[in-house]
C-alpha cells in the first residue's frame, strides 16, 4: 500500500475562483494557493502557479501574462483552468499522475459544458476516475454537517466570483442559487469607490488587503482605520490617503446587499417543512466571503435567521471534498452524472 502512496494518486481537488485547495489521500490538505498562472505570451510556456504567479500580478512586462482563470463566474478561460489544473496536481504528485481517482469541486451553477471540461483537464492530468461534487454539497459534508438526514440545512458558500445557497436534505440539494456576485465584486465596489470620492486609483490587492483587513457589513464596536496607497488620477503621482471601516463600508453596502437578496430569495423558494429546519438551526457560512466582519450579523438582522461562520471557512469545500474521497460509496448519492456525449 504505501508503494501506491508515494504516488498521491487519490486526490481531491477545490477548483475555486480565487484559491485553489488540494488534499492526497491520508495526508490532508497539502496545497492552498491562489488560482492564478502567469503565462509567457510568446512561447505560452508556463512562468509560474498560485502564490508565485499572484505576486506577479499588475507587476509584468509585456511578455508575461497573469490571468486568474476562473474569475468571471465560473470556467473564463478553459485552456488555462486546465494547465492550472495539471500543474497543481504535478506538484503533488511529481513522480508521475498515477491518476485513480479525483474528487473536484464545482460550483452549483456550472454547466454540462463546464463539468465536461472541468472532467477532461483532470483526465489529461492522468485521473482515471474523475468525480465531481457541487461545492455547497462539499461545503456542508466539510463542515460537519449530516446531508443525509431528511431536515433542512442551509449553507452559503461566498468565495471569489459566486456566491453558492443551497438547501441540502436527504444527500440532495433541494434548491439553490448561484450569484455572480461574491468576493471580487467587494474588491472592485472598493476600487470604484475611492476613484470615484477620492481621485484616487487603487491595485486589485489593495483594495482586497482593504476588505480583509477593515471590511464590514455592520457598524463596528470600535470602527477601524487604514492608511492606504493608490495613484491620483489628476496628478497622476502616487499618494496616501486615511480611511476607515465607516467608509468601506459604505463602499460594500450595494454587493453586500445582493448577495443577502440571493439568500432571501432562495430562502422563499425552499419549502415550508425545510425552512422550519432553517429557522431551528440556521444559515452556515463558508468560503472566504464568510470572514467579513459583520456579515453573519447583517444576515440575521435581515433575514431573522440564525447564522454560523464555520470555523475556518476558507477550506470547508476542501475538507469536503476529502471526506468523499475518503468515503466513496457512502456518499455516491451526492456525485453528479456525467453526462454521456
Ligand atoms: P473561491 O472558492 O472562489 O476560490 P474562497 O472561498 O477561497 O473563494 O474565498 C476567496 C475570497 O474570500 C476572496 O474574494 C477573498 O478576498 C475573500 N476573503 C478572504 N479572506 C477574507 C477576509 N478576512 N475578509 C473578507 N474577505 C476575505
Ligand atoms: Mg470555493
Known sequence: ?????????????????????????????????????????RSNKLIAIGQEAKEMMGRTHDEIVVVRPLKDGVIADFEMTELMLQEFIRKVSPARFMGKRVVIGVPVGITMVEQRAVRDSAEHAGAKEVYLVAEPMAAAIGVGIDITESKGSMIMDIGGGTAEIAVIALSGIVCDRSIRNAGDELTKAIVQ??????????????????????????????????????????????RTLATDSAEVRKALNEPISKIIEGTKNTLERTPPELASDILDRGIVLTGGGALIKGLDERIKKETGLPVIVAEDPLTAVVRGVGIVLENLSKYQQVILKAKKY
Do not use: W
Open 1 to 41: 500500500m504505501e508503494f501506491f502512496n508515494i504516488f498521491n494518486n487519490e486526490i481531491a481537488i477545490d477548483l475555486g475562483t480565487a484559491n485553489t485547495l488540494v488534499y492526497v489521500r491520508n495526508k490532508g490538505v497539502v496545497i492552498n494557493e491562489p488560482s492564478i498562472v502567469a503565462i509567457n505570451k
Open 193 to 238: 469607490y475611492f476613484r470615484i470620492q477620492h481621485n484616487l486609483l487603487l491595485g486589485d490587492q489593495t483594495a482586497e488587503e482593504i476588505k480583509c483587513t477593515i471590511g464590514s457589513a455592520v457598524p463596528l464596536p470600535k470602527e477601524l482605520t487604514m492608511e492606504i496607497k493608490g495613484r491620483d488620477i489628476v496628478s497622476g503621482i502616487p
